[in-house]
């Protein structure tokens, strides 16, 4: 038996041939989904269909970076290895989505996951539920964002809802991330703070570096994308397993464009309980 070759952009041919399966709306086919059912109501109600689950996935091999030991400073071997390992696993989920013909991916989940095969190697994967709109935004042209890619957002069905009610559109998830040494105190230093309310300014300006330059690189793909805005931003920090002293600073969100005019959000509606 002959094995197929994954596509150009990894994805193997069993995901291909799965999702060429998926039809939805025509007679006898499914769709997949990870949404909740109250997402997949909203996400109904906001006038998208869900078409399939799609995901991707990158095993990676983190290489070695070492950092001065009384020195802060980024790590950018690592800081590069794991921007590519994450925009790897985005680019083959976007993959099956545009297979599938879908308008975005909606509730999508950005993990990294520890493996066995050895120290350094980790898998990066993102899933989530592809979906189709049942109309043309407002003033006509596309639902995909200006690189003619499907969005991607990792907002809940509640918050996707409320986006599109509101008057705006997600572009695209956006990310940055910092791997970065923080210097290890001198002995001197160690003593003389002992028993002392002190602030540890070389920490302090280490983490405030750090996370600054995950927030810039954040903002740089959002206006990539042309985007009015982030929203729903995560700032997270990681140590994997670097020890301590090495931490990544990963930030994420949704960039988004305006679709109208205005963007009043509709008075929410009164619900008064009757369990008392």
């Known amino acids: 038996m002959t094995k197929e070759q994954p596509s150009a952009e990894g994805v193997p041919a069993d995901a291909m041939r799965r999702l060429s399966e998926l039809s939805p709306g025509q007679p006898g086919s499914i769709f ?16 998208f269909k869900p078409i399939g689950l799609v995901l991707g996935s990158s095993i990676y091999h983190v290489g070695i970076q070492i950092g001065r030991w009384g020195k802060n400073q980024e790590l950018e071997t690592l800081s590069q290895a794991m921007y590519h390992a994450r925009e790897l696993a985005m680019t083959r989920m976007e ?19 520890a493996r066995e095969f050895g120290n350094d190697i980790a898998e990066f994967i993102a ?21 003619q890619q499907p969005f ?16 705006y559109a997600p572009l ?25 309310n002190v ?46 002293h090495t ?17 009043e959000i509709e008075r929410p509606t009164m619900v008064l309980s009757l369990d008392g």
């Open 172 to 196: 695209g998830m956006v990310m940055g991330t910092c791997v970065y040494h923080i210097a290890h105190q001198k002995m001197g230093t160690v003593f003389s703070n002992m028993g002392r």
């Open 152 to 167: 991607t957002s990792d907002l809940s069905g509640q918050d996707f809802w409320t986006l599109i009610r509101a008057g």
């Open 247 to 263: 931490t990544e600073f990963f930030s994420i969100g949704t960039a988004v464009r305006p679709l109208r005019a205005d963007h």
């Open 127 to 147: 899933i989530g539920t592809a979906v189709k709109a049942d109309s043309p935004p407002p003033g006509g042209g596309s639902w995909r964002n200006n690189k």
């Open 199 to 244: 602030e540890i300014e070389q920490f302090t300006q280490a983490l405030y570096d750090a996370r600054e330059l995950a927030m810039a690189r954040m903002q740089s793909e959002a206006e990539e994308l042309h985007a009015e805005g982030v929203v729903g931003v995560q700032l997270n920090a990681h140590n994997h397993r670097w020890g301590g």
């Open 32 to 47: 997949t989904s990870d949404l909740s059912v109250n997402e997949f109501l909203l996400v109904r109600e906001a006038g």
């Open 95 to 113: 993959a099956e989505a545009a297979a599938l013909g879908a308008d975005g991916i909606v509730g999508v989940r950005l993990t990294v996951e």
